[in-house]
C-alpha cells in the first residue's frame, strides 16, 4: 500500500510498535487482575453512585418538595446538571464522527474512550429530566404512544419533547457507533481469551471474523454513522439551547444560544476528556499511544471553543446594551453584580481566561497544566449553566417574584452519584473492553507511528511521489 | 451461511502489502480466493480484490427517509387531524416545530436500521460463533483462504506452493 505521507510529521504511536504490540499493550489492561488505582477509584465511584441512589429514591419517596427549587427559580441544579453532563457527551461524538470525515488520524488514539465516555455522560444526563418531572413512574408519557386518554398525544411544538427525541437519539446513536467500533476489538481479545472470558467475549464480539467483505461494510457503516453522528451531536445541544432560547425570559430568549451551546459543549466534553485520558494514559501504561501529540491537538480544540465561548459572552453583553431593551440589560448587570455574582466571575475566570494559557506550545504539551486547566474548564462550565439557568430566573421581569435559591443536600447529593455513576461505569470499561480502538490504531501505524516518520524512522513508507500522468491502477 | 463441512486451504502473511501482492498474483494465475481475513480494514485491497462497493450506504438512505416520512407525517396527522390544538397562536400545521423531531427520526432510523442490516448481512449478531480459521488474524496476521474442497494432489500443491512463495509465514488446511 502507497500513501503520500509527509515524513516531518509528528508520530502518533511511539515505542516502534508493531502489530502485536499494539494487540498486547492495548488488550494487557483487560486480562490482568486490577491494579490498587482502579480499585479504590472503583470503591469511591461506588459509594458515590450508593449516595446518588438513595438520594433519587428519597426524591421518587417524599417529591420534589425535597429540593429548594420554588415558583421562581424552578430549575436549578438538576437542569443545570443536565446539561452539564450533556455538554460533557457531545466531545466524544466529535472526536469519533466529526474527526474521521476530516481524516484526523489522532483520533484513533482517543476516540474509543471518548465515545464510552458520551454515553455514560448522556446515562448521567438523562436521569434528571426523569426524576425532576416528579411522578416518574408516569415518565411514559412523554412518548407519543396510541392511549386510551382520547388517545392524548405529546405536545411536538415543545422544545421539552425535542429534547427527549433528541436525547434519546443521540443515546441510541452513540451506542450503535460506539459498539460497531467495539466488535472487531472484542473479537481480538476473544482470540486471545479462554475458559469463561472466551465465552463472554465470543457473545460480544458477535461473530466477528475479519473478512475483508466484512471490513469494507464496517467502513461504509462508520463513515455513515458519523456523517449522521455530526449533524446529530450539532442538533442536540442545539435543542438543548431551544429550551432556553425559545423561552420569553431575558438573557434566555437569543439566537446566540444554539452556537454558543455547542461550542461550550465541545469545550466542556473536550476538557472532561482530557482529565480522563490523563489519568487513563498514566495507570494503563498507554502513553505511547494517548501521546502528547494527543493532548496537543485536544488543547487546540480547547483554545479554540473557549475562545468561541469568550466571544459569545461578550457578545451577549454587547447587545445587551446594543439592543437599548431595559429587562436584557438588566439580566447581565445582574448576573456579574446581583446576588450570584460570584459564579458569574468564577465562569468568566474558568472560562475565558483559563483557555488562553494555551496558545503558548510549552503549556499545550504540558500534562499537569492540561490536567489543572482541563477540571477548571469543567468547573467553569457547571458555573456558566448554573448562571444562566438560576440566576437568570431569581430576577426576571416581576420584582415581587424575586428568589433566592440553594440547592438540598438532596439536589446535591443526586449530583454527586451522577459522578459516581459516570465513573464507576468507566472504570468499568476500561476493565471490560479495550480502551483504545486497537484496530483503528494498526491501521494507521504505517503512517502515523515513529519508527515509519521522520528522524527515527527505521522503514521508510512505500510512498511515491505524485505523477498525475501515471493512470492509477490496482496497486495504489 | 453453510452447514455442510468444508476444506480449507490458508495462508498467513505478516504484512498487509506482501498479502495485497498476494492477491493480486492470485488473481493473475486465475486461483480462486475463498476469502482475504485481515486484523484491520486495508486500504486498497478491495479492488485489488474485486469486491464490489457496499450499498449499505444506500439502505441507510431509505431507512433514514422512512423515518423522515413517519414522523412528519406524524406530527401533521396528530396536529391537523386528531387532535388540533392551538398553542401559543401558532398555526395548526407548525412546520418549523415539526424540523427537530423530524431530523432526530431521520437520524434514528438510519442508524438503527443500518446496523441491523449490516449485522445481518455480515452473519453476525449476539452471541453468533463464526468459524475462526486462526486467533492470529485477529491480531497480527493477514489470511487468504481458498476452498479446497475435492482438491486433487495437483491442485493441492500449486495453492500450497502459491501461498508459501508469495511470503506466507504459515500455511495450514482446515476443515471448517
Not at chain 1, 453532563?85 to 483520533?107: D, E, N
Request: a neutral charge; hydrophobic letters at 50%.
Amino acid at each position: 500500500m502507497s500513501a503520500i505521507v509527509s515524513p516531518i510529521r509528528t508520530p502518533l504511536i511511539n515505542g516502534g510498535k508493531s502489530y502485536h504490540d499494539i494487540t498486547e499493550d492495548l488488550c494487557r489492561a483487560t486480562e490482568r487482575t486490577p491494579n490498587v488505582y482502579w480499585v479504590i477509584g472503583f470503591l469511591v465511584s461506588v459509594g458515590l453512585l450508593g449516595f446518588g441512589v438513595f438520594c433519587i429514591l428519597w426524591t421518587i419517596w417524599f417529591g420534589i418538595g425535597t429540593w429548594d427549587l420554588n415558583r421562581t427559580i424552578n430549575w436549578g441544579w438538576d437542569i443545570t446538571n443536565f446539561v452539564w453532563w450533556i455538554g460533557i457527551g457531545h466531545a466524544g461524538t466529535l472526536i469519533s464522527a466529526i474527526l474521521l470525515i476530516f481524516r484526523q488520524k489522532w483520533r484513533t488514539g482517543v476516540n474509543r474512550a471518548a465515545e464510552a465516555m458520551t454515553i455514560f455522560a448522556v446515562m448521567c444526563a438523562g436521569l434528571f429530566p426523569l426524576i425532576h418531572m416528579g411522578r416518574i413512574w408516569l415518565a411514559i408519557f412523554i412518548f407519543p404512544y396510541p392511549n386510551t386518554r382520547g388517545p392524548l398525544w405529546v405536545n411536538f411544538n415543545s422544545p421539552l419533547l425535542w429534547d427527549v427525541f433528541a436525547i434519546s437519539t443521540y443515546f441510541t446513536v452513540s451506542l450503535l457507533f460506539w459498539y460497531t467500533g467495539l466488535v472487531p476489538d472484542f473479537a481480538t481479545v476473544r482470540d486471545r481469551a479462554k475458559g469463561l472470558r472466551k465465552r463472554f467475549y465470543s457473545f460480544v464480539a458477535f461473530g466477528w471474523t475479519g473478512k475483508a467483505k466484512h471490513w469494507q461494510r464496517w467502513e461504509s457503516l462508520s463513515l455513515v454513522l458519523a456523517g449522521l453522528a455530526t449533524p446529530l451531536v450539532l442538533s442536540v445541544h442545539t435543542i438543548v439551547s431551544f429550551d432556553f432560547a425559545t423561552s420569553v425570559i431575558p438573557g434566555w430568549h437569543t439566537t446566540i444560544f444554539p452556537p454558543y451551546f455547542v461550542a461550550g459543549a465541545i469545550f466542556s466534553g473536550f476538557a472532561m476528556v482530557l482529565t480522563l485520558m490523563i489519568i487513563t494514559r498514566k495507570v494503563l501504561g498507554i502513553e505511547e499511544y494517548i501521546t502528547i501529540n494527543h493532548i496537543e491537538s485536544m488543547n487546540k480544540v480547547i483554545l479554540l471553543t473557549g475562545s468561541i465561548v469568550g466571544v459569545a459572552y461578550l457578545t451577549e453583553l454587547f447587545i445587551a446594551w446594543y439592543s437599548g431593551y431595559i429587562y436584557e440589560q438588566f439580566a447581565f448587570y445582574n448576573r456579574a453584580l446581583g446576588p450570584y455574582w460570584w459564579a458569574y466571575w468564577g465562569m468568566m475566570g474558568c472560562n475565558v481566561i483559563s483557555p488562553q494559557f494555551f496558545w503558548s506550545k510549552k503549556l499545550r504539551r504540558s500534562i499537569s497544566m492540561t490536567f489543572f486547566l482541563s477540571i477548571v474548564v469543567n468547573i467553569g462550565m457547571w458555573f456558566e449553566r448554573f448562571v444562566i439557568i438560576a440566576t437568570t430566573l431569581a430576577r426576571d421581569y416581576l420584582p415581587s417574584s424575586w428568589s433566592w435559591y440553594v440547592p438540598s443536600w438532596v439536589e446535591i447529593g443526586i449530583f454527586i452519584g451522577t459522578i459516581g455513576l459516570f465513573f464507576t461505569l468507566y472504570l468499568i470499561f476500561t476493565r471490560v473492553a479495550p480502551v483504545v480502538a486497537i484496530a483503528e490504531v494498526k491501521s494507521i501505524l504505517k503512517t502515523a507511528g515513529d519508527q515509519y516518520l521522520g528522524d527515527s524512522a527505521k522503514h521508510a513508507p512505500h510512498y511515491e511521489f505524485y505523477d498525475e500522468k501515471k493512470p492509477v491502477t490496482a496497486e495504489h | 451461511m453453510k452447514k455442510e463441512k468444508t476444506e480449507v486451504l490458508y495462508g498467513l502473511y505478516d504484512d498487509e502489502e506482501q498479502l495485497m501482492k498476494a492477491v493480486a498474483h492470485a488473481r493473475e494465475s486465475h486461483l480462486d480466493i475463498m476469502e482475504v481475513y485481515t486484523p484491520f480494514p486495508v486500504h486498497g485491497l478491495d479492488p485489488i480484490l474485486g469486491l464490489k462497493e457496499s450499498r449499505l450506504h444506500i439502505a441507510g438512505f431509505v431507512y433514514g427517509a422512512i423515518g423522515t416520512l413517519t414522523a412528519f407525517l406524524f406530527m401533521t396527522w396528530v396536529f391537523t387531524r386528531d387532535w388540533p390544538i392551538i398553542f401559543g397562536g401558532k398555526p395548526y400545521w407548525s412546520v418549523p416545530a415539526f424540523i427537530p423531531i423530524t431530523f432526530e427520526l431521520t437520524v434514528l432510523f438510519a442508524s438503527i436500521g443500518m446496523v441491523v442490516t449490516f449485522y445481518t448481512i455480515c452473519g453476525m449478531g449476539p452471541g453468533v460463533q463464526n468459524p475462526i480459521l486462526d486467533d492470529r488474524i485477529t491480531d497480527d496476521k493477514f489470511c487468504i483462504a481458498f476452498e479446497a474442497d475435492g482438491f486433487d494432489e495437483e491442485e493441492l500443491s500449486r495453492h500450497r506452493s502459491f501461498l508459501s512463495q508469495s511470503g506466507a509465514s504459515v500455511v495450514n488446511a482446515k476443515t471448517l
